[in-house]
């Protein structure tokens, strides 16, 4: 096999040769080697102006500014449509921003987690982040039926960290005609795992049951076709790799098969009717016939401007497929520098897969001494986080993190380990 260039080439090289290195000086970046945007992404610097100008238009117009111009915040949320669509491969009639993202997967399961006494089970993960846990089992409780029996989780065989697509796939099938939803991460949080979003899907949809996604981990870290995979919902929060800032305002999907279907039942709200008589104030829910009828209330429009910085950003880039290129050369890097320095000091539990896998890597001290590792990691400001029970989580993400960042976290990583290698008390 001819290895490629960049198989041997230093982090100066990799960095020189870099179409996207310019886009790091859009963003602040605390001093250190950030590497936790897959929790949360740094500040675009065009994000003050973007608010600023709204906070100039509320001094001058007051509000006047829900009406006045193309920025009318009654409209607000219409200006990110076509660039998140864009990343999760969907129409535009498809995707709003809207709300937070546990509040929004509620909505989406109120229309399409419509369980009868034969066909009532949602299938989970093991390790579903708590809010998605939380979300599917009140929802089970609201209508009438016993987590105990309703909810179903998928978990990695004995002495795996990931789940084996096939594994998925089977269960969908063996769970058949009791299965009502499928609810299931588009990348899972704690390993970084990417599912086979399109296979389940197809399999879900085999056996009657609708299919939707948690994308948080996953909105502009890897390319998604939401729209040709036909998956009937997802949600995600836009904090993280779109950089929004903390609580920043949800994104939501819904294909457009469904969004005219007058039979999903819904939770309904003023923003959701009919915008050309909204302000007639009438009490007939005219339902928008598009995504945008799940909305409830007017948009957060502090929030949306950081966003539509942070977007503009990424289509200056090149959008997402840009942003993957470089991502791929980033965790093959990581990879190599990892198994060069440190070796079996460090598991990666991430698959080794590219198709499996995002810019996150999950890495878990041989020794078990991952949180003095961790602590030794944050005095060295190296920023990455801890996910209990014992997994250091570290994301080079390509907009903003360099080679540069890679290869000075693997030196300081070797070095603490190193220093931490005896264990506590020793």
């Not at 886009?23 to 250190?32: I, N, S, T, V």
């Not at 390790?127 to 105990?148: K, V």
């Not at 990691?377 to 903003?400: F, G, H, K």
Request: net charge negative.
């Amino acid at each position: 096999m001819i290895e490629s260039p960049e198989s041997s080439a230093t982090a100066e090289e990799l960095d020189a040769s870099d179409p996207l290195a310019e886009f790091r000086q859009h963003f602040e970046l605390p001093d250190g080697v950030y590497l936790v945007g897959n929790s949360l992404g740094p500040l675009p610097k065009s994000a003050r102006q973007f608010v600023e100008t709204e906070f100039n238009r509320w001094a001058t117009l007051g509000v006047e500014g829900h009406f006045t111009g193309p920025l009318s915040w009654k409209d607000y949320h219409h200006l990110v449509t076509k660039q998140l669509a864009g990343l999760v491969g969907a129409q535009q009639d498809e995707v709003v921003a809207m709300n937070a993202l546990t509040v929004n997967l509620h909505l989406l399961m109120i229309s399409f987690y419509r369980p009868t006494a034969a066909r009532h089970k949602i299938l989970i993960e093991d390790h579903a982040f708590p809010s998605d846990h939380f979300a599917a089992e009140s929802q089970i409780r609201q209508r009438g039926f016993d987590p105990a029996q309703s909810l179903v989780t998928l978990a990695p065989r004995p002495g795996e960290e990931t789940l084996r697509p096939s594994d998925i796939l089977a269960t969908i099938g063996d769970l058949g005609d009791e299965l009502a939803l499928v609810l299931l991460p588009g990348v899972q949080y704690y390993t970084g795992q990417v599912l086979p979003m399109a296979d389940i899907t197809a399999a879900g949809h085999a056996v009657g049951a609708t299919v939707g996604f948690d994308l948080a981990h996953a909105v502009a870290n890897v390319e998604l076709q939401l729209h040709d995979w036909n998956v009937d919902f997802a949600a995600w929060c836009t904090y993280k790799y779109l950089n929004s800032g903390p609580g920043g305002v949800g994104g939501a999907f819904v294909h457009n098969r469904h969004v005219s279907d007058d039979k999903l039942p819904k939770f309904t709200g003023w923003w959701g009717t009919n915008a050309a008589t909204r302000f007639e104030m009438a009490c007939d829910f005219d339902a928008i016939p598009t995504v945008d009828s799940w909305q409830l209330s007017n948009a957060p429009v502090l929030s949306l401007a950081t966003l539509r910085a942070a977007l503009d950003i990424i289509d200056s880039a090149g959008g997402i497929g840009a942003m993957r290129r470089k991502s791929e050369q980033q965790i093959r890097f990581l990879d190599r520098r990892l198994a060069a320095q440190l070796g079996a000091r460090i598991e990666n539990l991430t698959p080794p897969e590219m198709g499996q896998r995002g810019c996150q890597f999950a890495l878990r001290v041989a020794n078990g001494n991952g949180k003095a590792v961790f602590k030794a990691l944050e005095e060295a400001n190296v920023y990455c986080d801890w996910r209990e029970p014992d997994v250091i989580r570290a994301a080079p993400v390509p907009l903003y993190n360099s080679f540069a960042d890679i290869e000075r976290f693997v030196q300081i990583l070797d070095r603490v380990v190193d220093h931490e290698v005896e264990g506590p008390g020793a």
